[in-house]
């Protein structure tokens, strides 16, 4: 079922690799400066000061992002070749490393909620300021009274970090540690899955490891979306490699089901996922077939990790707090911004946010359940379902994952909340399925210039003109990709 990857565009000449290589390297490097400058370091949190306040650490945070963010940009379709990925990316990281918490204060949440639970309290039952954190005051005042809204393995990988680092700081190394495996895993399923899909591998990598979001927030913030996304990732590198297999089958459902206790976004890959389970023809008996296999682990590591932990299911009701922030970066939230100020002028207040946003999540249903079908349609004749011979498709595996993609870049286009490292979830899965690549990368490379080192989203600054900004895009391209889909009769977004 793998497939040979086609060989893409050429590579770039060995100047602009190198200009790019070593661009990209003092871009890191103003960041990191930055970022000791007036990153999150480890104090008290406070409300968003303003961009007037340490101009030249502002400065030179923006023109690092804009140095990393333009070499990414200019070998978008390419680096010479997958090794050369990556050892850039991996020299990009390095002043990263030595960086303190960039972009968020999310991993001092991480830390008091591993403290509360190693301590005997519930995090989805208690804020971390109820349970008595000690390092409560480094937390962003917004996330103090919330339950944690990650899943059990998470709880238990926070917990650990706290009680190996022995301190505040430890606890960051140790996050930090986790991040940097869960990149590190993507990296090493990266050409697997990139082979598997028929994508040229040297520009995979690059797109997926080398890129501003992957060193400032998944590397230097530590945000737990590495570690899920190491889980994705080898987790539908065995399914492709052995799929309609009951052991790989049951170990491939365990990953996946572990990438769901980190973060419950995963959870819209597992239709995708089933597909790629099926060995031979995909008919409905195969499908229930290896699906069945592949759910039996995913409900594992779920059941297992939920009773390891004591705390069952009560991370779900966690998760319905995550939209306590309202920016207008997120779709719905700025079209209910919109309707609100159109409301304003007409002397009503009508509160659409809520309304919004919960009509987006009927829409990412819809669309995840489109986009399944689509993808089972189309492996259906690939398998030569109704025919007399199945057909050998080589690019079978590229169906699932590129469906896992979409399905994620629809999740993040629809949620009720938007931050920058969120684009990281499709990006990955997109690099090393999808056949057209500045669709994806242009959003990602915008979302490298939202966050400020210390974690102020620059969203704050820019409610009323972002949101309308925001709107006008969303209503854009709604009406461009519904002329698409009419003019090419329903064709592969890819």
């Known amino acids: 079922m793998s497939g040979s990857p086609s060989p893409g565009p050429a590579p770039p000449s060995p100047g602009a690799a190198r200009l790019a290589r070593w661009v990209g390297l003092a871009g890191a490097v103003l960041l990191t400066v930055a970022g000791w400058l007036g990153g999150a370091l480890p104090r008290a949190a406070t409300p968003a000061r303003g961009l007037g306040d340490e101009p030249w650490t502002v400065a030179l945070w923006l023109v690092g992002t804009s140095l990393l963010v333009g070499a990414w940009w200019a070998l978008r379709r390419g680096a010479p070749s997958t090794r050369w990925a990556y050892r850039t990316a991996g020299l990009w990281a390095l002043p990263l490393l030595a960086a303190p918490p960039l972009g968020s204060r999310d991993v001092y949440s991480y830390a008091c909620q591993g403290w509360a639970y190693a301590h005997g309290v519930d995090p989805y039952l208690n804020g971390v300021a109820e349970a008595g954190c000690p390092w409560v005051d480094a937390v962003a005042p917004i996330w103090r009274d919330t339950p944690a809204p990650y899943g059990p393995f998470f709880v238990l990988l926070a917990a650990l970090a706290v009680t190996l680092g022995g301190g505040l700081v430890g606890a960051i190394v140790a996050f930090r540690l986790f991040a940097v495996a869960g990149v590190l895993l993507t990296a090493v399923c990266l050409v697997g899955l990139a082979r598997a ?65 980190v973060k419950a976004t995963a959870v819209v890959v597992l239709p995708f996922a089933a597909l790629a389970a099926v060995h031979g023809r995909h008919t409905v008996r195969a499908l229930l077939r290896d699906g069945g296999w592949l759910a039996g682990g995913v409900i594992g590591a779920v059941a297992v990790t939920s009773l390891l932990s004591g705390l069952g299911l009560g991370w779900v009701g966690g998760l319905t707090r995550s939209g306590d922030s309202e920016q207008w970066t997120s779709p719905p939230t700025a079209v209910g911004f919109v309707v609100d100020y159109a409301g304003g002028l007409a002397g009503r207040e009508p509160g659409a946010v809520p309304v919004t946003r919960a009509a987006a999540l009927l829409l990412l249903a819809v669309l995840v359940a489109a986009l399944w079908w689509r993808a089972w349609s189309g492996l259906r004749r690939a398998s030569g379902v109704g025919q007399r011979v199945a057909r050998p498709d080589a690019a079978r595996p590229r169906a699932a994952l590129l469906g896992a993609g979409l399905a994620l870049a629809a999740t993040v286009a629809l949620a009720p909340v938007f931050h920058p490292w969120y684009a990281t979830w499709p990006l990955v899965l997109l690099a090393v399925a999808a056949a057209r690549t500045t669709w994806f990368v242009a959003p990602c490379a915008a979302a ?47």
């Open 197 to 261: 899909a028929g994508v040229p591998t040297r520009r995979a990598a690059w797109l997926a490891l080398a890129g501003p979001l992957v060193g400032v927030h998944l590397i230097a913030g530590a945000h737990n979306d590495a570690v899920m996304l190491g889980l994705l990732t080898l987790g539908l590198l065995v399914l492709v490699r052995r799929p309609g297999r009951p052991g790989p089958l049951l170990l491939a459902g365990a990953l996946l089901g572990l990438a769901v206790t």
């Open 448 to 494: 490298a210039f939202l966050a400020l080192p210390d974690g102020t989203n620059l969203a704050r600054f820019s409610k009323a003109p972002g949101a309308l900004a925001m709107t006008a895009l969303a209503a854009g391209l709604a009406v461009w990709g519904l002329l698409r889909l009419r003019r090419t009769g329903g064709a592969r977004p890819d």
